[in-house]
């Protein structure tokens, strides 16, 4: 399901060095309520970063600080070591693509992505030049006379996406791009931006409440919550080790279990006990991927607990076909557990109400603290 | 609009309204074109010499220029402050942008009679009365709470982040506002501008006030008229009226359409 692109070098937080966007203690307030609390943030040059975070987690409201339409109310931004948090937004030199596109609608499409370069004061054939190699770029030199009302979604999207990178911005900002666009388009303008991004080896942040755009498309992972940053890594990183129990449940789905840690690496969790991995002790709070989960039918071949390997027995509630997935949902002592596997020709269906265990491996289990 | 077919008594009900709404201006038209001494319908002979006797009536044309000039200032005056204004009150949102915006918008509250009233006191005590300059501000206390009305809910319902996109781009809040927020306010602009006129070339109250014997608009010229004679003169000038506004509707329609312009 997922596509990642898992460049080579350094895989953890690059130094500051190197960082060719940083935020020191980004902090946004609005009378009492704290928009971005005390953010810190490097961003690497060339690379793609994801802003990921449900609505209201300030994500948007990082961007727009750092393209300099809100003003922050403390911290600093830096861009290639020069501190620009005083610098107005047209000084900034950011290509901002908005979620509506925001084109100028009394102006073609050629004339829209003249723009940044008319206000550069550009000789005219080198504007022509641009202009033409920015179209081309997103393959839409046909549509150059076109006023963008006469445009498609995805054809503006692109539009505003060649008006963004003409002025050859040193960021390129990306306010969800995607979400007014319909599923198949999104996937098709993923890998384009993706492509864009990378070939002209440009710096770029990408705001978005989906997961699958951030795991998919960029180089690391910013999980927000609460104006707070609650987890950067690699796409794999905050896939696979999410750092606390909000970054796992909102990247990805996830089955959630309460117990308390015994300290011998064994959970309980009612009148059942599960091994996780480690030693952890008190009150815990674990979880587990759907799709690392196995569903079998109880006293079967495959129903054999082994070494390394968690059972725990219920009963069959519901089987959901999404197509390309089984979704099996079992009660689980009153808990409701979903196990995924991929259908086969839809086979799989099982009887509802059917006595089934749950299978999954040791080491695919996450545990948290519930503090005290 | 292409999907449902209006019905056949909804028809006749849009029918009959229109008649009554159009009536007089439909009753003014063969009037004009009457023989009599008399304001008489329906005429009992037909001639031109009203349209005659209006080319030959010197107070009539010169208020007609008057009410002309006086329009157009009072126009391009509410613009040129009404633009500024409703750029600051809605997009800049001050503290008193709100607090502006009602005290500017207030006259439209007041009944004119009152306004009129209030205009006759001041300006009798500075000597405006029966100037051009009285009969300016004296229409701009109308036609300005118009123009900022339009012009800050144009404004309001743009998208401001085409405003935005334009500043990332590079672009100077000055040069922003003159290349993206004032084209995309054009149609704001030109109903603003056709109200305005409208507004001014139809102002009987205050003017009344404001206007003396050697300087009078149109309206309150053939007010005057009425009130002495009941001869079908002011038909004729009424039907050129018609026309005349007609040509203003005509133009907006042409130019930026006249739903998107009026009906929001």
């Not at chain 1, 006023?147 to 999207?157: A, I």
């Not at chain 1, 794999?236 to 909000?246: D, I, L, N, S």
């Not at chain 2, 009679?113 to 000597?127: C, P």
Request: charged share 20%; with cysteine.
């Amino acid at each position: 399901m997922m596509h990642q692109t898992i460049r080579s070098g350094s895989p953890t937080l690059s130094d500051d060095r190197d960082a060719h966007l940083r935020l020191d203690g980004l902090t946004k307030r609005y009378g009492d309520s704290v928009a971005v609390a005390a953010l810190d943030l490097a961003v690497p040059k060339g690379e793609l970063v994801a802003l990921l975070g449900p609505s209201g987690c300030g994500k948007t409201t990082t961007l727009r600080m750092v393209a300099g339409l809100i003003k922050p109310t403390d911290g600093r931004i830096v861009v290639a070591s020069q501190d620009i948090t005083q610098v107005p937004t047209y000084r900034r030199d950011m290509g901002l693509v908005f979620q509506s596109y925001a084109l100028f609608p009394h102006m073609t499409v050629a004339k829209n992505v003249a723009f940044g370069l008319e206000m550069r004061s550009l000789p005219k054939p080198e504007i022509e030049r641009r202009v033409k190699e920015a179209l081309a770029m997103v393959r839409l030199e046909a549509l150059a006379e076109r006023k963008p009302r006469e445009l498609s979604g995805g054809q503006q999207q692109r539009v505003a996406l060649a008006r963004a990178l003409v002025i050859r911005p040193s960021i390129l900002l990306l306010d969800e791009p995607l979400s007014n666009l319909d599923a198949k388009l999104r996937d098709e303008m993923r890998n384009e931006i993706r492509d864009i991004q990378q070939s002209l080896g440009i710096t770029a942040v990408f705001v978005t409440h989906d997961q699958v755009e951030a795991l998919s498309m960029c180089d690391k992972v910013v999980v927000m919550r609460g104006g707070k940053l609650e987890q950067m890594g690699t796409p794999v990183e905050v896939y696979e080790h999410p750092a606390t129990p909000f970054v796992a449940s909102f990247v990805g789905r996830t089955n959630r279990l309460e117990g308390i840690a015994q300290g011998d690496g064994r959970v309980a969790i009612g009148s059942m006990a599960v091994q996780v991995p480690g030693r952890p002790g008190g009150k815990v709070e674990i979880m587990i991927r759907p799709h690392r989960m196995k569903l079998v039918d109880v006293g079967s071949g495959e129903d054999a607990a082994s070494e390394g390997v968690n059972r725990l027995a219920g009963s069959l509630t519901r089987v959901t076909f999404v197509g390309d997935l089984l979704q099996y949902h079992v009660d689980v002592d009153g808990t409701e557990i979903v196990v995924e596997a991929a259908s086969d020709h839809g086979r799989g269906f099982r009887k509802v109400g059917a006595p089934v265990a749950v299978l999954w491996r040791v080491e695919d289990t996450m545990v948290f603290g519930r503090g005290a | 609009m292409e999907a449902n077919e209006t019905s056949v008594p909804m028809k006749i009900v849009v029918a009959v309204l229109f008649l009554f709404l159009l009536a007089p201006v439909i009753l003014v038209v063969p009037i004009s074109f009457s023989g009599e001494q008399i304001l008489s319908f329906p005429p009992e002979s037909w001639s031109l010499r009203w349209y005659a006797a209006l080319a030959d009536n010197p107070k009539m044309i010169s208020a007609f220029w008057t009410s002309l000039m006086l329009g157009a200032i009072v126009t391009l005056i509410s613009l040129a402050v009404a633009i500024p204004a409703a750029y600051v009150i809605v997009r800049m949102r001050t503290m008193g942008s709100t607090f502006l915006y009602n005290l500017f918008t207030a006259p439209l509250l007041l009944p004119t009679i009152v306004l009129g009233l209030a205009i006759l006191i001041v300006f009798a005590s500075i000597g405006f009365l029966g100037t051009f300059t009285g009969l300016v501000i004296g229409h701009l206390v109308i036609t300005l709470p118009y123009a900022l009305r339009v012009l800050a809910t144009t404004l309001g319902n743009l998208n401001l982040s085409c405003e935005e996109a334009a500043s990332t781009l590079g672009g100077r809040p000055l040069t922003v506002f003159r290349r993206v927020t004032l084209p995309m306010m054009a149609p704001g602009i030109v109903a603003a501008t056709a109200l305005c006129f409208l507004v001014s070339f139809d102002e009987v109250v205050i003017t009344l006030f404001l206007t003396g014997p050697r300087l009078t608009t149109l309206p309150v010229e053939l007010f005057h008229h009425v009130e002495s004679r009941a001869d079908p003169l002011v038909a004729s000038v009424s039907v050129l009226l018609i026309l005349l506004t007609l040509a203003v509707v005509m133009i907006v329609d042409r130019t930026v359409g006249l739903s998107k312009t009026f009906v929001k």
